[in-house]
């Protein structure tokens, strides 16, 4: 071995860095670690209806696991299956059009609501003078320490229900009331903390967006082939899978 013969591609340090790295297994995943499939349960055979399961990689029918049933429905890499659904949900589930149409559903929902509050609030005071009426009573020796103690814990109770719930209608009414900046800031935390987040907080998270999602033949050379996916607050919605471009949306469905 002769040493210093050519320029060095890194640093000493940096090797020796590497070396310890590669010797103590750093970047190597671990022979027993158990992968995490985000699509498992809900990913389909739009051939012959049965789940797609996951395993060292790669989804496939679970038809093929069946004696005598072999399913033609090709396999698919766990990573570009899963790249092309949560590119769905970055591109057109966390669109800030989409986002900022349901909340404006959302207000004219609570504002049907609206007329409830000055009604609400008329009974609060109603409910305040009553129970000031009682305390005068019971001053003047009108009525005695026991009938105001029943007097004021009906008075009480509903005062409390009644401030309660309009309460609750005011912070609805506010908490729909938002900016554009707030729902892009919004949008960027959730891209955040889905995209980068541990493998089963992304599972929670596709099963709380998706009820199936129906994988189709490959067809064609260079192949392409399409994911149906149903949403659970979102209309049926298509997308090409290719290869090697990875994946295309297409209109929805």
Known sequence: ??????????????ADRIRNMKQRGLRDTPSGAKRIYALSGIMKCALCGTNYTGD????????STKPGDKCPNNDISQRKVERAVFGVINTQILNINNIRAVVNRVKKMFQANETEIPSLAKRL??????????????RVGT????LVHIELVSLQK????????????????????????????????????VMHAD???????????????W???????????????????VPLTRLSVASPTGF???LPA
Request: aromatic share 4%.
């Open 215 to 233: 994988i189709h033949p490959k067809k064609g050379a260079p192949w392409k082939r399409i994911l149906e996916l149903k949403g659970v607050c």
């Open 125 to 138: 005071a109603q409910i305040e003078n009553e129970i000031r009426r009682v305390m005068k009573l019971y």
């Open 1 to 14: 071995m002769k040493e210093n013969t050519h320029e060095h591609l890194v640093d000493a340090d940096t």
């Open 143 to 146: 009525i005695d320490e026991d």
């Open 158 to 193: 509903q005062k409390k229900a009644i401030q309660e719930n309009l309460d609750n209608l005011k912070a609805a009414h506010g908490a729909v009331d938002v900016s554009d900046v707030e729902i892009r800031t919004a949008v960027g935390n959730f891209k955040d903390e």
């Open 199 to 213: 493998p089963k907080i992304r599972k929670r998270a596709i099963r709380a967006l998706f009820k199936e999602i």
């Open 248 to 250: 295309e949306p297409v």
């Open 56 to 63: 060292r990689g790669i989804y496939r029918c679970n038809a």
